[in-house]
């Protein structure tokens, strides 16, 4: 868990911008759940045996003798409110938003953090295939407008409850008989989630998965239609897609579509996916809901954040073009007074009010980049007026104070 400030703030905030400009235009609204749900949410949404809820949710229990957790994801959080709320009754889909604090306790490393942020995007109500695509679209876009420029998505479709126990059985029978060479999480993941062996990282279990049956052949006629028209909105869009059969994701809730997206470069690819989701057409349902179809992304800000700042993707801050120096009581108190006026004709004005000192105001000011610089002397104060200098070449001009901030507009026109 870490501090976040300084430039990394300034990626932060360029981040949650670029999705509310995209939630605007495709109508997702903001929601803000609490951090802190009862652990049963996860427990039933996520999965009992997940990693996320097996090994890395933080939970506690309170005075009171409830079980909470910390947030490990917020899409069991944002069925939760969807239901709580009385969404169900309105218009579909139901589209929100989210950007917020999630807590893993995972191994830091690379790209892994206890305290990381995601941002993303829920549909829910409609079970059509083109949403899942807008959302590969959206997630892409904002990425892309981001700087990424390596983007890759992976796809793939785990079927639903039609088709995957029988997936599940040939793999299990395939995955047995191979049992004394598989790493000894994937020997108890084949009893109880045999599909995450697919995505586990070991070599020897990596090796065997390359000839395990792939779901894939063996979905249902709905989830393979779904899947082959979600793949065709990714080809009209001409959107970079591989297909990984072995990709399951590591949550429960999913049925049909699950994708990740990474930035292929060698600092991307250490990082881990940028981006993940897929459909969850069972969870409102298993959360106490109606029968309603989702969707969904979530984004790893920090992840992002990280490639952003190697990359220097963010431009530097723009120097400041102006700066206000003062010399002496009067002028400090005009000046305090002058800034706010500028503050109010919206005119960026660097300042260091706490100075007494020109000659350390006028270093600040050209460590701040600035073209101009108000003096307010202790005889400019008085006599309500400014001087206004040009730092490069060190010319003057005296006005009112008065006309100042209209000055300082035409100057920098
Ligand atoms: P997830 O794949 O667990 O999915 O997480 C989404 C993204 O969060 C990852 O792609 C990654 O960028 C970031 N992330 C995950 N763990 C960490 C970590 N320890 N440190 C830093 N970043 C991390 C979900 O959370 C689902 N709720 C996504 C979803 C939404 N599916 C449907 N709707």
Redesign the pocket.
């Known amino acids: 868990m870490h501090d976040i400030f300084e430039d990394e703030l300034v990626y932060f905030r360029k981040i949650k911008k670029a999705c509310s400009r995209f939630a605007d235009f495709y109508r997702y609204q903001e929601i803000r759940t609490p951090i802190l749900e009862q652990a049963e949410l996860f427990e039933k949404g996520?999965g009992q045996t997940t990693d996320?809820v097996e090994k890395?949710m933080y939970s506690l229990r309170t005075k009171g003798g409830d079980h909470l957790a910390l947030r490990?994801?917020?899409?069991p959080s944002?069925v939760r409110a969807y239901i709580e709320h009385g969404l169900q009754a309105m218009p579909k889909p139901i589209k929100l938003w989210y950007f917020g604090p999630?807590f893993?306790h995972?191994k830091p490393q690379a790209?892994?953090?206890?305290q990381?942020?995601?941002f993303?995007?829920?549909s829910l109500g409609v079970a059509d295939s083109v949403v899942d695509a807008s959302i590969v679209l959206l997630t892409f876009n904002i990425l892309k407008e981001l700087g990424f420029k390596h983007l890759v998505i992976e796809v793939n479709s785990i079927g639903d409850k039609q088709c995957r126990p029988y997936f599940k059985k040939s793999l299990v029978s395939y995955l047995r008989s191979k049992s004394s060479s598989l790493c000894a999480d994937c020997r108890r993941r084949l009893k109880q989630n045999p599909l995450r062996a697919l995505d586990c990282k070991e070599e020897k279990c990596q090796r065997i998965k390359k000839s395990a049956p792939q779901i894939i052949d063996h979905l249902c006629k709905e989830c393979h239609n779904h899947f082959k028209f979600f793949l065709e909105f990714l080809d009209e869009l001409d959107f970079p897609y591989i297909l990984n059969a072995h990709l399951v994701?590591?949550?429960d809730?999913?049925t049909k579509t699950v994708f990740?997206?990474y930035e292929d470069t060698k600092e991307g690819r250490e990082?881990?996916?940028?981006?993940?989701?897929?459909?969850?057409d069972d969870l409102v349902k298993l959360l106490g809901g109606k029968d309603t179809p989702?969707?969904?992304?979530?984004?790893?800000?920090?992840?992002?954040v990280n490639l952003m700042r190697r990359g220097k993707k963010e431009k530097e801050a723009p120097p400041t073009a102006v700066f206000l120096a003062q010399v002496g009581d009067l002028a400090k108190r005009k000046g305090l007074v002058l800034l706010d006026n500028f503050r109010k004709s919206k005119v960026p004005v660097g300042e260091a009010i706490h100075k007494d000192s020109l000659t350390s105001q006028l270093k600040s000011a050209d460590r701040a980049g600035a073209k101009y610089v108000l003096i307010l002397g202790q005889k400019e104060a008085l006599e309500d007026k400014v001087i206004i200098r040009e730092m490069k070449t060190g010319k003057q001009k005296i006005v009112g104070l008065k006309r100042v901030i209209s000055e300082v507009k035409r100057k920098a026109r």
């Open positions: 996520t996320i890395e490990p994801e917020l899409t944002i999630v893993r995972e790209g892994r953090y206890r990381f942020h995601q993303g995007f829920e994701r590591g949550l809730y999913y990740e997206i990082q881990g996916a940028l981006a993940g989701g897929g459909r969850y989702g969707c969904g992304v979530a984004c790893g800000v920090e992840r992002l």
